[in-house]
């Protein structure tokens, strides 16, 4: 079974996920799709083993910021509660900020660096 996925979230949020993705996260990573409870068991067989996930993430905040004063909040919820839970071995996330207001010169440059991500 393949799960791909493309997504574009338009959402002010104050570091975390704007509730339009929470909310697609919890109707496509689902019980029998990308993990399966087992009886007598107290975590889920994880279903994506095997498979990469690639996450670009736009922001206004500083990366700085984003990393060191937030602690990279939501960076890890994907990584370790959503991702590594459900079985996605090789993740790598790739972030992109100061986007509302930038110049078109430097829009150009995140979307030239983001396929960097795809290997």
Same mark, same amino acid.
């Given at each position: ?32 799709? =990308? ?22 993430? =736009?922001?206004? =905040? ?58």
């Amino acid at each position: 079974m393949a799960l791909a996925a493309q997504m574009a979230i338009n959402g002010r949020s104050i570091s975390a996920a704007p509730a339009r993705l929470k909310c697609l996260i919890d109707r496509v990573f689902l019980p029998g799709v =990308t993990f399966q409870h087992i009886e007598g068991k107290a975590l889920p067989k994880p279903l994506m083993t095997g498979r990469k996930a690639r996450v670009v993430i =736009t922001s206004d =905040t500083p990366i700085f910021f984003l990393k060191w004063i937030y602690g990279h909040g939501w960076v890890k919820v994907l990584r370790r509660h959503i991702l590594a839970f459900c079985g996605f071995g090789d993740l790598k996330v790739k972030c992109f900020s100061l986007v509302r207001g930038a110049k078109a010169g430097a829009l150009e440059r995140m979307v030239e660096r983001a396929p960097g991500i795809l290997g």
